[in-house]
């Protein structure tokens, strides 16, 4: 699976973002999709995962109630969108894919090329 993620960028506290992935390879459109982030001199975080069908949608508790995570699977892609954003948002947003949303929010078994969001105050 490969993933190309876009959307970030810089934002005033309290904006709003939406990061975009696209995924292709042959199991790309039966992977649960997802974000990690990883904040400078922080360890990478679980952000959000949705399974492919979208039934299963799981969310950091950092962010529960100010971001969306969704995915149109014509596209095979996953969006992330972000409301109400905080400096401590600020990090390199990853796309994430794997078998199922128990296993990316766990390990993530395949990763795309990172996306900076900076929320200045």
């Known amino acids: 699976v490969q993933l190309q993620a876009s959307g970030g960028g810089l934002v005033q506290a309290g904006g709003s973002l939406r990061l975009s992935c696209t995924a292709s390879?042959?199991?790309?459109?039966?992977?649960?999709l997802g974000w990690f982030r990883q904040a400078p001199g922080k360890e990478r975080e679980f952000v959000a995962a949705?399974?492919?069908?979208?039934?299963?949608?799981t969310y950091a508790d950092s962010v529960k109630g100010r971001f969306t995570i969704s995915r149109d699977n014509a596209k095979n892609t996953v969006y992330l969108q972000m409301n109400s954003l905080k400096p401590e948002d600020t990090a390199v947003y990853y796309c994430?894919?794997?078998?199922?949303?128990?296993?990316?929010?766990?390990?993530?078994?395949?990763w795309g090329q990172g996306t900076q969001v900076t929320v200045s105050s």
């Open positions: 994430v894919s794997d078998i199922n949303t128990t296993s990316l929010q766990r390990r993530g078994a395949y």
């Open positions: 949705i399974s492919r069908s979208s039934t299963t949608i």
């Open positions: 390879g042959r199991t790309s459109s039966t992977y649960a």
